[in-house]
């Protein structure tokens, strides 16, 4: 170990240990060495990622491709080789009916879906916005949107149930449905399943305009 002494101020070093240095008796470190480990290189950490790669390669890619090989094709169940079948289930589609039907259910229930999200969110936003409940009512409001679908699907099939379901038998006794369950009726079959998704996603929006009202200032909101 050395030690040098120039005035006021010295420092030590040793070996592989820090060199500290006293500078108007706070002692101040000069001097680290590298770390023991080194730092791991891209690659490494691209190995560390590859079996998860792989497997959502497996069940995600492949799938992927596949189907759209089958659709080029006709393919049997069986030994049969797939053959080739000329763009034909494509040119189908443009005369489908039920693609068609579809497609217009698809662009209904995202109308419906947007427009009742995105309105109760900015509602649900202004209300919250530096309220005196403020945090738990976003922690309440949050909790349908970290629910799995699986499982909120379940749960509002359950509650939809005409025979047990709580929302079928309050409906019922509105007059608003009848024996029929509201998933059972094509006439309230959609309105059902939007309700379900507005409960579930409408969080979301309500987070994000949240997060965007808490960065205006406060004298432009009373203004």
Sequence with gaps: ?????????????????????????????????????????RVYYLY???????????????????LIWMSLHDVDVGAASDKWNDFRNWTRLTRDRKFQDG??????????????????????????????????LVTVFLMPMMMAPVVAGLVW??????????????????GILGERSILGDPSTAMIGIVIVDTWQWTPLITLIVLAGLKRVPRDQLEA
């Excluded at 790669?53 to 995600?60: Q, R, S």
């Excluded at 497609?103 to 209300?127: D, E, H, K, P």
């Design 1 to 41: 170990m050395a030690a040098t002494t120039a005035g006021d101020d010295r420092w030590t070093r040793g070996g592989g240990d820090a060199a500290t240095e006293m500078q108007g008796g706070v002692r101040v470190i000069s001097y680290a060495p590298p770390t023991v480990n080194a730092t791991p290189s």
């Design 48 to 66: 560390l990622m590859l079996p998860a790669i792989i497997v959502l390669a497996c069940i995600t890619i492949y799938p992927f491709f596949w």
């Design 103 to 136: 497609w217009w259910l698809l662009a209904q229930y995202s109308l419906m879906c947007m427009t009742l999200q995105v309105g109760l969110g900015l509602l649900l936003a202004v209300i919250l916005n530096r309220s005196r409940y403020e945090k738990v």
């Design 157 to 174: 099939y359950y509650l939809y149930n005409s025979t047990f379901g709580w929302y079928h038998w309050l409906m019922q006794s509105a």
